[in-house]
Each structure stands twice: as C-alpha cells, then as structure tokens.
C-alpha cells in the first residue's frame, strides 16, 4: 500500500495518532461531565490517560469543537510536560522557571478590561468571561518560534465570541493584549529582559478568526498558572509567543501594534510571525521542530508545516501578501 509510505517524511505514522475509538469516548466522556458535573471516577484506564490531567486543579471540561481544523489528531503532549516545560518571562526565562515560580500568581479574582474602538468597552468579571460561550475542547498544535512544539488539549472557546460583544467600529483594524504585569506576584518582572506589560496583537480578522481561542483550560482542568492562568490567547498557526498569557487587556485599535518581542528584536520578531518553514528567523533554521516528549537518542525532528498545519483554515487571510516581508 504505497500510499501509506512516508512522504518527505510528512506523514503522520499511525502510532502516532490518537486512535478514534479513544478520541471518541473522552469525546464522550467530556460531554457529560459537563452536563452532570463529574470527576473523573468510573472510567476506563484509556479514557482517562487521554483526558485527565492530575487532578489537582478545578474541573473545565469543554464539549467537542465544531470549528473546522480545531482538533488533530496527534498523540497529546504530556500533561507534565505541558506544565513543567514553559515561556513564562515574567517569572524566569529557563523552560523550568514558570512552573518552580508561578505559585505566586493569584488568578482569582482577575478582571479584563475591554477598550477602545469598540461600542461597549467595560471591566469584565473571571466569573463572565467564563460564561460568554460554551467551552469547547480544541486539540491544538503549539509550536514556539525556538523550534520545538507541542500538542495540547485546550478548553475555551472563539476569542471572536467576546470580541462580539463589545460592538467593535470600523476603525477597529487591530486588536492589542497586554498581560499583567505585578513586581509582586511575578519575579522576573523586576528583570529587563522585556519591556513591560507583555504586549501582543493581532490584525482584526485574525482575532475574529473561529480558530483563535481564548483559553481557560487545558486537559479538562483550569489553566494551571504557568500556563498562563486564568485565560490566554492561543492562537495555533502563529509561533507560541504570539499567544499571551494572563491577559488583563484587551484594546481595538486603528494602527498595528507593536509587540514586546517586536521591541526587542524587530528583525527577529515581526508583527505577523505565521509558522512558516520557509521563512528562516535570522539566527536559525524553522524548517523541523522538535516535539517535546520524543526527545530519545532516536528521536527524528519533524518537519514544520505552513502555518503549522492550518493552511486550509487560514491560508486565505494572507492572500497576495509576500510572506517572507510580513515574517
Ligand atoms: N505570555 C506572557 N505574558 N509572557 C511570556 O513570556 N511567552 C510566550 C507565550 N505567551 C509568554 C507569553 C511564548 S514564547 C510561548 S512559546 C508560549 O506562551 C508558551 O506557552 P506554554 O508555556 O503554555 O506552552
């Protein structure tokens, strides 16, 4: 059966996908917790292995996505590697640091203020937010722009759902995320290693893209806080740091941001930053990733795709524009 031969090494090899049958029952699995409220007691050895994380944090479970390409079906990332391999600057700059630091973050209560080109700014309760649009469980590839990825079991739901609600005008061309940014919860803040509030955005039609998730969870439990606590953007064609973490501002504005990684290093970092393999960073290679958790003697590096995998969602918001000059 040649055509299940490996092509330039793209094809995904069966061991490596989550089969159906397990993909379907925590599908269902998720679906009534959610109607009844459940823990996870009373289910199979599979079922579990693929939804739980440890327990220790509250309960988020999410009903299945219906937004095309929100779900692949790639072996999930450990839910300990998700959490004890982290990009948290504002508590430390080694991968370890967020999860040894983050304790010290309070994400309850947190608030959002929603402002700018828009007909209803205001402040909005966690307590809201968490109630604008039925969570959905979304499986997401995350690839950071060093070159290693992940595959993780988001729980949230479109960030387009509360964009809505504000009523943006027409002048609202962008839209800007700052992150908190308190010396007294978060340690590295008082370093120089970034200006200031953690600042990203995105052009319009990329935040009103079904695609881009406001995250509250992950594997079925809150957002642990090195994960970026109590929400997050994920935006899953975008290199990581496109997706801020402990958002505490969200601003429609008419001109293009400018991003704390942009401010750092603008020949580095630019606004648009799609994965693109073809598009090399300055100082190395994004053609192939590394996935955490195949990290043996053996391990192969994977190829990286364009928009690391969701061109056929979002290949169309970039239509006619040189890519390699909006890196
Ligand atoms: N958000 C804030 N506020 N501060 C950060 O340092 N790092 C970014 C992004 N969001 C970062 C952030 C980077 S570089 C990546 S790769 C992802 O978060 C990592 O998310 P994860 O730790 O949940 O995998």
């Known amino acids: 059966m040649y055509f299940h031969k490996p092509r330039h090494g ?22 009534t917790a959610g109607a ?52 948290f600057y504002e508590f430390g700059t080694d991968k370890s640091d967020p999860a040894e630091n983050a304790h010290t973050l309070k994400p309850r209560p947190w608030s959002v203020v929603i402002e700018g080109e828009c007909a209803k700014p205001g402040r909005f309760g966690l307590e ?18 060093e ?73 079925g439990e809150v957002l642990p806080n090195q994960n970026g606590a109590p929400l997050r953007l994920v935006v899953p064609w975008k290199y990581g740091f496109k997706s801020a973490k402990s958002i505490v501002k969200i601003r429609f504005v008419e001109k293009q941001p400018v991003s704390s990684w942009t401010k750092a290093a603008q020949q580095e970092y630019g606004f648009y930053s799609n994965v693109n393999p073809t598009v090399d960073h300055p100082r190395w290679s994004q053609a192939t990733e590394r996935r955490i958790g195949e990290d043996g003697l ?18 169309q918001l970039y239509a006619g524009m040189d890519l390699k000059k909006n890196y």
């Not at 793209?10 to 679906?31: F, N």
């Not at 009373?42 to 693929?50: E, F, I, N």
């Not at 999410?62 to 391999?85: N, R």
Request: proline share 5%; glycine share 8%.
């Open 36 to 87: 009844l409220g459940l823990t996870g007691l009373g289910l199979s050895a599979a079922v579990q292995a693929q939804t739980a994380g440890p327990g220790k944090l509250a309960k988020l479970p999410g009903v299945k996505s219906t937004v095309a390409g929100a779900t692949v079906m790639e072996k999930l990332t450990a839910y300990k590697d998700v959490t004890s391999y982290n990009n």
């Open 298 to 315: 053996f391990a192969k590096r994977r190829p990286t795709l364009m928009f690391n995998g969701y061109e056929a969602q979002v290949g």
């Open 147 to 219: 070159g290693w990825s992940m595959v993780i079991p988001w729980v949230g739901y479109s960030l387009s759902e509360l964009l809505k609600k504000a009523e943006p005008t027409g002048k609202a061309k962008y839209v800007e995320f700052t992150t908190l940014a308190d010396k007294a919860q978060m340690p590295g803040v008082r370093s120089g290693v970034l200006d200031w509030p953690y600042v990203e955005g995105l052009r319009i039609d990329e935040a009103m893209h079904p695609l881009t998730l406001m995250a509250f969870g992950l594997y």
């Open 128 to 145: 809201d937010l968490l109630k604008v649009a039925p969570m959905e469980e979304r499986v997401y590839r995350l690839r950071c722009v």
């Open 10 to 31: 793209q094809r995904i090899p069966a061991s490596e996908i989550t089969s159906r049958q397990v993909y379907d029952a925590r599908r269902d699995w998720l679906k």
